[in-house]
């Protein structure tokens, strides 16, 4: 089956410090790949996608991803955290279908 | 642009009785998805309207769970005879067929 993995469903970091989320995910062919942010109580919001061209994407708040076939996968990074990013992060792919399948989340901690 | 809306934001129903939930998509938007979301997990796809046809059901919408979306506007999600494991956020998202959906804030649903 076709799937997103998510390392790591908690990370914590201090206030400026580097973010980094993980994300594999399985495909028989190159997929679309997105991901969202979602804050307590409320819906997803997209951060970022990759469709095709150039691999790294960047997003809104400082956020950028890189697509990477070889390794199938596709971590976010933002250089300096802030405390507003504490939030849940999902990471989905589209491919062959209209559905999003989604991974299971991080929570980002931001700590002052 | 109000983006997508969902009716209600939270519903407390005892088990057994039917519930029904709305969703407005943004207006252009011709596709019209449904997700259920619960505690510590990623949002799993539920169904998958163009205009008013429904072209693809997850085997999570078991037979006590309808969607519609008449004349390609709006759409509910109904819950008939609720069970406890129905609680969960039920997402509603809407794309105009480009890539990215937009999600609403969801509707959480609580069974007891």
Redesign the interface.
């Given at each position: 089956a076709q799937s997103v993995t998510q390392l790591g469903s908690h990370v914590s970091v201090s206030e400026g410090a580097l973010v980094l989320l993980r994300c594999n995910y399985s495909s028989s062919v190159p997929p679309y790949l997105f991901w969202y942010v979602q804050y307590p109580n409320q819906g997803l919001q997209l951060l970022l996608k990759y469709t095709t061209g150039a691999t790294l994407v960047k997003g809104i708040n400082g956020f950028e991803a890189e697509f990477k076939k070889s390794e199938t996968s596709f971590h976010l990074t933002k250089p300096s955290a802030h405390m507003s990013d504490a939030a849940e992060y999902f990471c989905a792919r589209k491919g062959g279908s209209e559905k999003l399948v989604f991974g299971k989340g991080t929570k980002l901690t931001v700590n002052p | 642009d109000t983006g997508?809306s969902?009716d209600p934001r939270h519903k407390i129903t005892k088990r057994g009785q039917n519930v029904t939930f709305r969703c407005d998509p943004i207006s252009e938007h011709n596709?019209l998805?449904w997700?259920r979301q619960t505690l510590?997990?990623?949002?799993?796809?539920l169904t998958?309207f163009?205009n008013e046809a429904q072209?693809?059901k997850?085997r999570l919408l078991s037979d006590r769970f309808s969607a519609e979306r008449p004349k390609g506007s709006f759409s509910t999600l109904e819950i008939q005879r609720t069970e406890q494991g129905d609680s969960a956020m039920y997402?509603c998202?809407s794309s105009s067929g480009r890539?990215?959906?937009?999600?609403?804030?969801?509707t959480?649903l609580t069974v007891v």
């Open positions: - | 997508v969902q596709r998805y997700y510590g997990q990623g949002p799993e796809f998958y163009q072209l693809e997850s997402l998202a890539l990215e959906a937009f999600f609403g804030q969801g959480r």
